[in-house]
């Protein structure tokens, strides 16, 4: 009853062999920079918060100020903090996909 599991061809072995052997030097690396855990994480996420609301507090203020100068129909605040908000926002996702290709290209060295 018992059947014999196929034999696999020789290229077949050496492609899963090289992909053992990415997986194995990914992990091995993941120990040795271990210390890029949470802390890590949190102060990325505080980083990218703070691109944010950077511009978006300097975009209110500069308007409170050109409201309080120049007083008119239209809110200079609203729209400055709006301003700044759409900058921050921006800087951030580029900030993000700098550091995302960073890793894409760190994987794809590891995976050679």
């Known amino acids: 009853m018992s059947e014999k599991p196929e034999i696999k061809s020789a290229k077949d072995r050496t492609a899963f ?42 975009g209110a203020a500069l308007g409170i100020w050109l409201d309080n100068h120049y007083p008119g129909g239209r809110s200079w605040t609203l729209a400055l903090m709006v301003l700044g908000l759409a900058i921050g926002c921006l800087n951030a996702w580029r900030w993000v996909a700098k550091e995302d290709k960073a890793m894409r290209e760190e994987q794809e060295d590891d995976d050679e």
């Not at 210390?35 to 609301?53: A, D, H, P, R």
Request: charged share 20%; aromatic share 8%.
């Open 17 to 58: 062999s090289r992909e053992v052997g990415a997986k194995a030097a990914r992990k091995l690396k993941a120990r040795r920079n271990s210390t890029q855990g949470v802390w890590f994480g949190l102060g990325m996420m505080g980083l990218i918060g703070w691109s944010v609301v950077v511009p978006t507090l300097a």
